[in-house]
């Protein structure tokens, strides 16, 4: 069965910083560019940050740009995106999502993405 699954979300202070994982299994990251999306309550999926399948360029919204750093570890078919500096506005349910792309580019365009997390919620209050 091919899936992607995230884990790491939860309730965290403003200021805090949470680490969201998206592991693969069934089939290898290798080949695809990984997206984070989120979705708030009442508004519309976003992209968040995206990574390159080939020499790991990143992307980022320019609401999380230098708060949130996205990674890859392709040995254990996994993606990260830690998220620092947290704001209750980041509050929303993250999805990743993998573009079969054998290139240096990424997008938030959803129609490219192949494969769909079922999301994690992350919460920022006090």
């Known amino acids: 069965q091919l899936q992607l699954v995230e884990s790491g979300g939860g309730l965290v202070q403003p200021g805090g910083s949470l680490r969201l994982s998206c592991a693969a299994s069934?089939?290898?990251?290798?080949?695809?560019?990984i997206g984070w999306f989120r979705q708030a309550p009442g508004k519309e999926r976003e992209g968040v940050s995206c990574?390159?399948?080939?020499?790991?360029?990143?992307n980022f919204v320019d609401s999380v740009k230098g708060r949130f750093i996205i990674s890859r570890d392709n040995a254990k078919n996994t993606v990260y995106l830690q998220m620092n500096s947290l704001k209750p506005e980041d509050t929303a349910v993250y999805y990743c999502?993998?573009?079969?792309?054998?290139?240096?580019?990424?997008?938030?365009?959803?129609?490219?993405?192949?494969?769909w997390g079922q999301g994690t919620q992350v919460t920022v209050s006090s």
């Open positions: 999502a993998a573009d079969l792309r054998l290139d240096t580019s990424c997008s938030y365009n959803e129609v490219d993405y192949d494969y």
């Open positions: 069934g089939f290898t990251l290798d080949y695809f560019a």
């Open positions: 990574i390159s399948s080939r020499a790991g360029s990143t």
